[in-house]
């Protein structure tokens, strides 16, 4: 269950010292940087680092439970996105899954061999194919990924109350689609 944000256990963050130099106080512009940019500290950095290593950190989690189910993270990707679909595009796999381009062929020839995906060809597109999930395919699905977010979820619901999940997904779409835009330098982005 979630704990309030005012009863959740505080866990103390890291300096942020060792790699930007002495972190300014909360309200204070430093001028020159103290992280040793040639200009005062960009507001961002007080969340950079924070957010790379929170990031890192739920991939050490993730990775190791889905390992422990025999996967690679771009295989149980790309079965999470098969499941419950009557099959898909090689490009409407690339565009729903975390997996690269460049990737993707390696994890599907994987999976084809463990017998979990069929490739048929696109009755669209001659050139095409259609990637099914096999019955143990099926099966793996309908096993691996309610396991994965139950374990997940106890990591999110002691560190977030719901109403924070809601406060922040916001904010995460928007930089997502600035970083994708690539509107980094072009001011803040209109969302």
């Not at 997904?169 to 690539?182: H, W």
Request: proline residues 7%.
């Amino acid at each position: 269950m979630a704990r309030s944000p005012s009863t959740r256990s505080r866990v103390s963050e890291p300096s942020e010292a060792s790699t930007l130099g002495e972190a300014s106080k909360q309200g204070e512009s430093s001028s020159p940087s103290q992280s040793g940019l040639p200009f005062p500290d960009p507001h961002f950095l007080k969340i950079l680092r924070p957010l790379v290593e929170a990031y890192q950190a739920f991939l050490q989690v993730s990775d190791r439970n889905i390992a422990s189910m025999g996967l690679t993270r771009g295989q149980f990707d790309v079965i999470v996105t098969l499941g419950r679909t009557e099959g898909l595009r090689c490009t409407d796999i690339a565009q729903e899954t975390l997996v690269t381009k460049g990737t993707l062929t390696g994890v599907l020839t994987r999976l084809e061999k463990k017998k979990l995906i069929t490739r048929t060809q696109n009755p669209q597109d001659k050139r095409g194919q259609i990637i099914r999930l096999t019955p143990a395919g099926d099966a793996l699905y309908e096993k691996v990924f309610p396991r994965h977010i139950r374990h997940l979820e106890g990591y999110f619901e002691t560190s977030l109350a719901p109403e924070e999940m809601d406060m922040i997904r916001p904010l995460l779409l928007r930089m997502r689609d600035t970083f994708r835009a690539g509107a980094g330098g072009q001011g803040r982005s209109p969302a």
